[in-house]
């Protein structure tokens, strides 16, 4: 799963609370229950518990962090946002990245989040909503190692479950390519020098710099040779093929998100260019 992180802000900008009207007679912005006045954006949505939006994480910061038990960063605050507009209680809770298809595959939660790329593959499987902002491939090393000929001959450490892992293999040869369970541990290995770059998206590469204070983040420059890297991704929110009325509806919740500036300035809460929200 192609996925990805900074510290996240919490979702009571007078911004956000502006696009959830709807439900604006909570006594508590921040909290995850609606009031009991509230009006849905969409009526008879079916969430897999009712009353409910169940969601699952994969932690990766910007896109998710995980406070205090509570699901946040870019992604985080978007579903927040979303049940908000639905009148809906949020449940969002973290799981392994490895895990996280198979949640919204068998059932277990109505949505997938943690910076997920559409493309076709995912398409055919699982139900994707419209893009939410766009991200792109980079590089984080010791060097600013930038393109595909600056990792010839070097060692490359990647994600378990990224889009572009085998692209990069492809590329550069298995043997020169480290398959990592999570972020961090791909960081520390590319301080200790263990291998020289790490392929992050964009959003994570550019908070893992800054978090360092040593490393560099650079976008890959695009190449055939990792055709991921030939144009931005659509980060979208994943579902169950079969939860098409909950799509529909959330598609429509993201486009008002988008129009009343909300995505945007979620986004530069966090961190990231908020000229990157997906336009149509």
Not at 17 to 38: E, F, I, K, Q, Y
Not at 205 to 221: D, I, M, N, P, T
Not at 235 to 240: E, I, P, Q, T, Y
Request: glycine share 8%; aromatic share 4%; charged share 20%.
């Amino acid at each position: 799963m192609s996925s990805r992180r900074i510290t996240a802000a919490a979702v009571t900008t007078a911004a956000i609370a502006l696009a959830l009207t709807g439900c604006a007679g909570s006594p508590d912005p921040g909290s995850t229950t609606p009031a009991a006045d509230c009006t849905p954006a969409h009526a008879d949505l079916t969430p897999i518990t009712p009353g409910t939006l169940t969601v699952t994480a994969y932690v990766s910061p910007p896109y998710t962090t995980e406070e205090d038990g509570t699901i946040k960063g870019v992604d985080g605050e978007i579903v927040a946002a979303l049940a908000k507009l639905e009148c809906l209680q949020l449940d969002a809770q973290a799981v392994a990245g490895a895990a996280l298809p198979s949640t919204v595959e068998s059932g277990r939660s109505d949505i997938a989040i943690g910076g997920v790329y559409a493309n076709a593959d995912r398409a055919a499987t699982f139900s994707l909503t419209v893009p939410m902002y766009l991200d792109q491939a980079a590089l984080l090393s010791r060097d600013g190692i930038d393109s595909i000929e600056g990792l010839q001959g070097k060692k490359l450490g990647v994600i378990q479950g990224y889009l572009w892992n085998a692209e990069f293999q492809t590329a550069l040869g298995s043997d020169n390519v480290v398959v990592y369970q999570d972020s961090a541990s791909l960081v520390a290995d590319i301080q200790n020098g263990r291998v020289d770059a790490g392929a992050f998206t964009s959003a994570e590469a550019a908070l893992r710099a800054q978090e360092s204070g040593s490393l560099k983040s650079a976008v890959l420059q695009p190449t055939p040779e990792v055709p991921s890297s030939q144009q931005p991704n659509d980060v979208v929110l994943l579902l169950n093929k079969s939860a098409t009325a909950l799509t529909d509806a959330l598609n429509d919740d993201i486009k008002s998100l988008i129009d009343d500036g909300t995505m945007a300035d979620i986004l530069q809460e966090n961190g990231i260019d908020p000229s990157l929200v997906a336009k149509d």
